[in-house]
């Protein structure tokens, strides 16, 4: 009766449902209908604990053992980064969240990007340990499955695991030696022909995301016999329907709990109806006491490490997914300034995606520091040409005003960003150590080793031998406030401004004055006999996404000797194909 009376009442906790389909299986089961519910997570970055904001596996395991008890034709599922995050996952190395995942009865996940943040062999133990398979039919070189086949209530259930192909830069690289992420449409179109036949119900278990180069958008479009896609990556709560294929995520960081209903009729029609659980309406959850066992067991390794007080900030550390990764902020440039002191570099870059966590004003401990930089990255320096630091924040700047991981937050470095313009041609008007950037100049910049391995995508920094390797970034930046005296009150400096291109004014060609005119000396001949050939100017034809100063660096010479020398009203204004004459002192 109590669960009966609990079930009810979480239905009424549930978001109204979003879409309801009505879809043919391949698959036809003489059984008589039955309702499947899948629960799904995906995202939870290793949020373990329950709050107004976050349900927490101990909330989620109620949830999901009240529905069991009800109904034995459950399923729950998890679509990746799940096992790294903060300090219980990361000082356990993920056997905290596998203990877990092992209590609640997962019945299968997808490896996320930073899944592998320990390691390919970390990795494979946790896979050992875990009671659930991880799955991933568009992985190589990992004896990873492919999918299962569960049969529930009568009905077969393909799952199939897709992991991202952008975790070959999305953790670091030295993770994922030997490892090949193929674009999931192909591999997986022939394996969903050759399992529709054979169940009631194909399920891809996807860390896609509804945004980049790889998408469960794409994956939905290019094979269409996939009933439902179980998302990850994005962070995202929208539900979408493409074709048949009903695609859902369940948010970020436990604020959500997904469900779908999956009703099979005896005609062999397939109904979905999906809905979301949130934590701020589950306050009232009672908490599984044998989930928050586990919690407690670990924390009481970590507490001590982490209740260490280093300092105290006057003023609240933004740290927000959304800002960090659009915008400076005063904990990104609290962390650079760490990063500057440690190394003694010319400037500092780091990704706006390895800020994690903010930092509320009061005190700072060991654990504000961890939950803000959870990764274990090294502080590195490399050397590195003007010109490519331009290149470095064209790629940072790409994505603007899209929240973008690779957004860099910087030390001993301003720049602007011309929202207007194109992808390529945005950034100008940068400074180092309040100096115009050299573009033939060699600078030290200081970095984290991940972006240094061309994490990211910031591939041409893998080709640039690491100059010096430092302490790890957490504990520089407990360092740092350290030698601030422990109370900080870090602010914006405008060393990232959205501003336009500053117009280029070419001063006026004034005329020599006249001289007397003189007989012209006969040039003497060559040695050879032959006349003297005067030196030709080079002719170079602009290609799609080149900008001025980039071809005045190959050149040896300045965009604004080759803006005046071609008569350019507007420099950052070229065109493909257009002719750019290289004078010849170039």
């Known amino acids: ?143 990873f499955q492919s999918h299962v086949i569960r049969t529930i209530g009568g009905r077969r259930i393909a799952i199939i695991g897709v992991a991202t192909p952008e975790t070959a830069y999305k953790t670091h690289p030295r993770n994922v030696v030997g490892l090949t992420f193929s674009n999931p449409s192909a591999g997986i179109s022939r394996l969903v022909a050759s399992l529709r036949p054979q169940v009631d119900l194909v399920v891809v278990l996807a860390h896609l995301g509804q945004d980049g180069d790889y998408t469960s958008l794409a994956l939905a479009r290019d094979v269409q016999d996939i009933d439902l896609i179980i998302d990850g990556h994005s962070h995202d709560t929208r539900t979408v329907q493409v074709g048949r294929t009903l695609i859902v995520q369940a948010g970020e960081f436990g604020n959500h709990l997904g469900r779908i209903d999956v009703e099979f009729t005896p005609t062999g029609r397939v109904r979905l109806a999906h809905s979301l659980i949130e934590a701020a309406d589950s306050t009232a959850v009672a908490q599984d006491p044998r989930v928050l066992e586990i919690i407690n067991r670990y924390n009481q390794n970590v507490n001590a490490i982490h209740a260490q007080v280093v300092g105290s900030t006057t003023v609240r550390l933004e740290g927000e997914r959304a800002l960090v990764r659009t915008a400076e902020t005063n904990l990104g440039n609290l962390v650079t300034d760490a990063m500057l002191r440690a190394s003694g570099a010319d400037f500092a870059v780091t990704n706006g995606g390895g800020i ?131 109370n900080i ?69 300045t965009w604004e000797i080759l803006a005046r020398h071609n008569s350019l009203r507007n420099p950052h204004l070229i065109r493909p194909n257009q002719r750019i004459i290289i004078p010849p002192a170039a």
């Open 489 to 557: 009150s870090p602010v914006l400096e405008n060393r990232i401004t959205l501003a336009p291109m500053p117009a280029v004014v070419i001063p006026p060609v004034t005329q020599p004055e006249p001289k007397p005119e003189t007989k012209p000396e006969t040039p003497p001949t060559p040695p050879t006999g032959q006349p003297v050939q005067p030196v030709q100017p080079v002719i170079y034809i602009v290609q799609p996404g080149d900008v001025l100063w980039r071809i005045a660096a190959k050149h040896n010479t």
């Open 1 to 143: 009766m109590k669960s009966s009376l609990f079930s009810r009442r979480m239905v009424a906790l549930l978001v109204a449902i979003v879409l309801v389909v009505s879809l043919s299986s391949g698959f036809t089961s003489a059984n008589s209908p039955i309702t499947l519910t899948i629960f799904h997570t995906n995202d939870i970055h290793s949020r373990v604990a329950s709050s107004a904001t976050t349900l927490g596996y101990a909330r989620i395991a109620t949830i999901v053992q009240a529905e069991r008890a009800v109904n034995p034709n459950v399923l729950l599922l998890e679509a990746g980064d799940a096992f790294h995050g903060q300090s219980i996952a990361n000082l356990s190395r993920g056997q905290a969240i596998v203990d877990i995942m092992n209590l609640l009865q997962y019945d299968a996940m997808v490896p996320g990007n930073h899944d592998f943040n320990f390691g390919q062999a970390r990795l494979a133990e946790l896979a050992g340990m875990a009671r659930f398979p991880l799955l991933a039919a568009n992985v190589e070189g990992k004896d």
């Open 356 to 486: 994690r966590a903010s930092i509320p004003a009061g005190q700072v401990t060991r654990r504000h520091v961890f939950d803000v930089l959870p990764f274990g990255n090294l502080v590195v320096t490399q050397k590195i040409k003007g010109a490519q630091i331009l290149e470095l924040l064209e790629f940072s700047a790409r994505l603007w005003p899209a929240q973008n991981g690779a957004f860099l937050q910087v030390a001993g470095l301003t720049y602007s960003i011309d929202t207007t313009r194109e992808s390529g041609r945005r950034v100008h008007s940068v400074k180092i150590k309040g100096q115009p950037v050299d573009l033939a100049r060699e600078y030290i910049m200081a970095t984290n080793d991940f972006l240094a391995a061309g994490g990211d995508g910031y591939a041409v920094l893998a080709t640039i031998p690491v100059h010096a390797a430092m302490m790890s970034l957490e504990e520089t930046l407990v360092e740092h406030i350290e030698a601030l005296g422990g």
